[in-house]
């Protein structure tokens, strides 16, 4: 299985995207879903695209961390003696409205947006190391909206916030993440990727405002092959270095909060106390 990539979130949008260009440059491509029909039926329709590319769907519940867990050790040994898996694409997400809880008790748009890619790149991280791969997690500028106060973890437990500002919160996550893997100055090499305002399915569960702003504003959404495009540059840029953020033109902005370094370790400290019981 030379130069595996797993995407996640591929059945619709920018994952969809993504596995489409990597599909088309070469790549085999583990074309993840949250359950095995949506997964074979974006793999089919890539297919019926271009017959020969080189696709395989997977699929595991999102919600569910013992899934992650499970998930993740099953590719690991399915990759191992076939190449080994070069990379994975972290590309789900969520912006559920607040109140929704997994079965695991915690809230939604948090293990989807964070837990969960979190478990995925841990559990997944020594096949990628041993194979000088890496890890590219998906941001956006949207996290620069976050302010110092909502950085409380209360935030997912109690009515503080609504939706939006929840996903926000777990995007300022995903560049703590990044930060404090590098930090740490450890194999495989983690990228973040700022896809821009992207055209998606991400506020099909939005109401009111919300979804009348992200209505309104479709025409000048950008497609998704776009942010397809920069992951695929991130992949095979041998240069990419641990830590980076970027954009189409180069270094993406980031929130001065993702710059406190304490901070990033904080976060680090708790998200993998949330998560001891599966990691």
């Known amino acids: 299985m030379a130069r595996a990539v797993l ?15 990597l599909t088309r440059a070469g790549w085999h ?10 997964a074979e039926a974006a793999a089919d329709r ?11 769907p997977v699929h595991w519940d ?14 690991t040994a399915a990759t191992r003696n076939n190449g080994g898996l070069a990379a994975i694409i972290l590309a789900a997400a969520v912006a559920n409205p607040p109140g929704r809880r997994t079965v695991d008790g915690l809230e939604t748009t948090l293990t989807v947006n964070h837990l969960a890619p979190y478990l995925l790149r841990e559990r997944l991280g020594p096949v990628l190391a041993a194979n000088g791969g890496r890890v590219v997690l998906i941001g956006s ?3 620069t909206l976050v302010k110092a106060s909502d950085l409380d973890p209360a935030i997912f437990t109690a009515e503080r916030a609504g939706a939006v500002r929840r996903y926000e919160v777990t995007k300022l996550l995903t560049l703590f993440t990044l930060r404090a893997h590098q930090l740490a ?27 009348v702003l992200l209505t309104v504003t479709r025409p000048i959404q950008a497609p998704p ?3 397809a495009r920069l992951i695929r540059r991130v992949l095979e840029d041998a240069a990419a270095h641990n830590g980076a953020y ?10 001065p909060l993702t710059l406190n370094d304490e901070a990033a370790r904080t976060w680090e400290t708790w998200t993998r106390s949330v998560l001891h019981p599966w990691l």
């Open 141 to 143: 500028s949207q996290h």
């Open 7 to 21: 995407v996640t979130g591929a059945t619709s949008g920018i994952g969809y995207a993504t596995a489409r260009e």
């Open 29 to 38: 491509v583990l074309l993840c879903g949250r359950d095995r029909r949506t």
């Open 246 to 255: 970027l954009d189409e033109k180069g270094p993406a902005r980031r929130s």
């Open 62 to 75: 999102h919600t569910r961390l013992a899934d992650v867990r499970d998930f993740a050790d099953r590719i």
């Open 46 to 56: 890539l297919r019926g695209e271009a017959p020969a590319v080189d696709v395989h």
């Open 225 to 227: 092959q776009r942010p």
């Open 185 to 211: 100055a450890q194999a495989p090499v983690h990228v973040g990727v700022d896809p821009g305002f992207v055209r998606t399915n991400l506020g099909r569960s939005a109401s009111g405002t919300v979804r």
